[in-house]
């Protein structure tokens, strides 16, 4: 009797580890399951930032480029001469040292001018050949109302060995609207490809750029790109709406997608539109193998575990204990391979408990030791962190992203990504600008909510950003920038009064007529040196054309406007020595008033550009408000 009881106690035992055991198997199942899509996510987002962050960077300097060389006045005077100078090899030269000018400056593989008088394509090197019908590019980009477009071609310059470019184009008008040419650059697809190579390399991706018609433009692996469909390709045509309706700037769509009607298995896509190129970049995954594999092993696991369990129960215990060594040393091991590939990405990797208020790992307690606070609670560092490395005017920010309540917020809302850029020092004196990528999870191994905050110096990545919407000669903003930040000053202070002021050097075309155009460059970097002096380091500076500037600043009433135009024409009124040369330089200035002379950036404009004509009108090397010139005129 003791014998059957004991036997039925032991079978009943055995029978709920066995019931047990088994549902924790399923759940294990599941739980990796999911935390591997959850890798799979994690590394394929962060790819897609990686490849758009640094193409970003590499498009907008070509773009700024060829749109600062298409408004350069320079090259309109040289095409509206062409006609009278055809067979003046002195011309085509000029232009050629233009050009090549550009390309030793910024080290593109390509700079061109094509003449939509003569068909003529110049490059650094002289007159490269005439255009043909065969040159589409041409003239599908004069049919098109954009004002620059891109495109991948061989590049067809005596020299170039036809290689593979991306080139960027832009139209080039006259006052009144007309097309003179188009003016580029170009730089070889490699660089592109590399780029997307490298990061599929290393994260076991596929990368591709694709128009918004979804025929691929770049593929590291493929430059047969005539009429490829990559959704007809990878059997994904569902999601071709989603994916190519996509444009949110500064955002990734990212989603599963089945491989056609047949195919169960499933890819992870990754897309983010690039509107200055206007492509999509899409980054995915082909999840079947990996996920087929951990099922193929959990599921083994499950029935040895079945096996063993109708035995011993010791054996049982050792093989469930076994079972969870093994998951705990795979989860490690993937966590410590993304860890170690996101350090060549990052300057400094730290995991923060958000739930328990503390860092985890030795990297992050190694760098609370550094500050002296050594297993203090995650806010007191983030305190001193804030205090003792970040610039005052971004602390707020620092601390408000990264707050355990905002953390903890975020995630609620579904909101896993966190970034904040900031400039920090080690000195206390010089600054670099940083970017903190941060990427917030479940663990369900402490059931608490983490945080991987990811630290990179972006300093060179500002200082291209910085030389993109800046004048190379004067430092000062481009025109598509200086309005960019007129009107963004507008919105943010529209109750303030402002001063809308235009500058115009006097009669320098004699100067560059005269003297040259080196002689012509220096007068205005001393010209722009004197208006710099005049205005503070947070006034709007800008060149909207050869020799006009613009200067935007708050004012407290128009007598202060009127006084600071009185003083720039005094000091503007002055001489200009260069290698034995002297000149005297004057300017004739234009002021319109917000919000009494316009309500906008173009109204200010207009309105400044019309009292800056009656200066002019009147002799010159002076000023005029543009409420004075309008009484007179009514007058």
Known sequence: MKNSELLKTIVGVNLILLFGFSAAVILSYQTNYQESLDKIEEVSSLATDGIFYQLITRFAEPVNVSLSMAHDSFLKERLLEEAENQADGEYA????????????????????????????????????????????????????????????????????DRAVTVFVNCKIRN????????????????YLEDVLRRYEQEFNVKAILFDENGFVKVSSDDRDYELKDWFKTFSIEDTREDVLGWKKENDNLEIWASQGQENNEKIYVVTRYIPEIGWHL????????????IRNRLYMTW??????????????????????????????????????????????????????????????????ESLDIKGSPY?????????KEIR???????????????????YENGNQRLHYEFQTTEDGTNYVWMRIEAYIFYSEEDDSIHMYAYRKNIEKEKERELQARTDEMTRFFSKKETERLIKSELAENGNSIHA???????????????????????????????????????DILGRIGGDEFVAFIPISDIQGARKKAEELTLILNTHIEFQNVQWKISASIGVAIYPIDGGCFEELYRNADKALYYTKRNGKSGFTLYQEADKVDDT
């Open 500 to 538: 809308f002021f235009i500058i115009d050097i006097d009669n320098f075309k004699q100067a560059n007529d005269c003297y040259g155009h080196i002689f012509g460059d220096y007068c205005i970097k001393e010209f722009t040196g004197g208006i710099r002096k005049q205005f503070r380091e947070n």
């Open 175 to 190: 006052e009144k609207g007309f097309i003179l040419g188009v003016v580029g650059v170009g730089f070889r697809l490699d």
């Open 93 to 160: 030269k000029e232009i050629s040292y233009y050009l090549n000018t550009y390309q030793k400056n910024w080290g593109f593989d390509s700079v061109f001018l094509v003449s939509a008088d003569t068909l003529r394509y110049y490059n650094f090197n002289g007159i490269d050949r005439i255009l043909t019908p065969d040159d589409t590019w041409y003239y599908n980009l004069l049919e098109e109302d954009e004002e620059y477009s891109l495109n991948i071609d061989s590049d067809r310059v005596a020299g170039a």
């Open 392 to 410: 005052e005017e971004f602390r707020e920010g620092y601390l408000s992203t990264f707050a355990p309540d905002n953390v903890l917020r975020e």
């Open 303 to 368: 029935f040895l575990m079945v096996a063993v369990i109708s035995g011993v129960l010791l054996t049982i215990a050792v093989l469930i204990h076994n079972f969870r060594k093994q998951i705990a040393k795979l989860i490690e091991e993937r966590q410590n391979a993304f860890i170690k590939a996101t350090e060549q990405l990052y300057d400094k990797i730290c995991e923060v408990n958000i739930s328990k208020n503390c860092v985890v790992g030795k990297q992050a307690e190694e760098y609370f």
């Open 282 to 293: 899409v980054v995915e995954q082909d999840t079947g193998q990996s996920l087929l594999s």
């Open 379 to 387: 806010t007191e560092g983030l305190r001193m962190v804030a205090e």
